[in-house]
């Protein structure tokens, strides 16, 4: 193995460890989704380890109450004998939490994979209880199944789930990091535009709880009474967003929430600053940090992948600022007599 391949694998580890403490950072997130896409090669050995540490867990049932100090064979520089000294590290891991006996034990051993999206894209993924999810563009989700629980983090983007009844009784949990949806067999939509989560159902019901304290003190200074979690049926929408206290439930228009799946994005009185982070996710371009008015503005309207000038625009005209693409970012000046220049 060479010296690249064995940096390459030590990243990916890295990462994988990462993935496996407290939520990370939308930072993190977006630094991981580059390292992914920088070189297919880091994908695949990202897979590779995580395929392995299944494996691994694979075998709880099986390994011995006693276990054998392991014995890893000198390296030869290939690809197997370094793979086999990871196993072997993962084992004896694997092996003291369980001799610890400890609650947390079935959680650790838990079947965990990652999946994410390049920009533009999208990906089925079939769940191993029978429920599968769809991710969008620029999108990662981290899966968590044990023996008491069907657990999905949403990292970043936006994913429509498809839940099916499971003979165990075990509940299907998505945390945004803003909010914790709980399904009650039922079809839904989650999209992550950095904090505030848009949670759309489709068929079914959700319970959606707020996630953090930091909202309790918001409620309690402005005189509201606080409430910590809502159900959703059918055709009925959730914004959560870190900075309100509020849990309103709106009516929605579930095909144009799940237009993305058919190649655009369809919106509906949304901030513009939100619909740039959904653009953002179908288009090569980065948001230069935006300015607050424009969370201000609403947008009626549809996106198409592939048309980003031709929109950008049509913006300027409506909206009266002035865009700029420039290698890549994507810079907004407010009003349009600020034009930016070179």
Do not use: C
């Amino acid at each position: 193995m060479s010296a690249r391949e064995v940096e390459r694998m030590e990243a990916a580890a890295q990462w994988w460890a990462r993935f496996q403490e407290a939520e990370p950072s939308e930072e993190e997130v977006t630094q991981w989704l580059t390292w992914l896409e920088v070189d297919p090669r880091n994908a695949a050995s990202f897979e590779d380890l995580n395929n392995l540490a299944q494996r691994v867990h694979s075998t709880r049932e099986a390994a011995p109450r006693r276990l054998q100090p392991l014995r890893v064979p000198a390296a030869t520089g290939g690809r197997s004998m370094h793979r086999l000294a990871i196993a072997a590290l993962l084992l004896v891991a694997v092996g003291a939490l369980w001799l610890l006996g400890s609650a947390s034990t079935a959680w650790m051993m838990a079947e965990r994979s990652a999946y994410s999206t390049p920009v533009a894209d999208q990906r089925q993924i079939l769940l191993p209880d029978g429920s599968r999810f769809t991710l969008g563009g620029a999108s990662a989700v981290e899966t968590v199944f044990s023996d008491d629980r069907r657990f999905i983090r949403m990292l970043a983007g936006e994913a429509f789930f498809e839940v099916t009844a499971d003979t165990a009784d075990r509940q299907f949990v998505v945390d945004t990091g803003t909010a914790t949806v709980r399904a009650l067999g039922t079809a839904f939509n989650i999209r992550r535009s950095g904090q505030r989560v848009t949670i759309t159902v489709t068929e079914g019901r959700v319970q959606v709880q707020r996630s953090g304290n930091a909202l309790q003190t918001l409620a309690v200074a402005a005189g509201l009474r606080q409430r910590q979690s809502v159900q959703l049926g059918r055709d009925e929408q959730l914004v959560v967003e870190p900075d309100s206290p509020l849990l309103q439930v709106a009516a929605a228009d579930s095909r144009r929430v799940l237009a993305w799946q058919e190649g655009r994005l369809e919106f509906a009185d949304e901030p513009l600053d939100v619909v740039l982070h959904s653009v953002a996710r179908y288009s090569n371009i980065v948001l230069q940090p935006l300015d607050p008015r424009l969370g201000r503005i609403t947008y009626t309207g549809t996106f198409v992948p592939g048309q980003l000038d031709s929109w950008l625009g049509a913006l300027e005209e409506v909206f009266g600022f002035a865009v700029k693409r420039e290698a890549g970012v994507l810079k907004i000046a407010f009003p349009k007599s600020d034009a930016i220049t070179s």
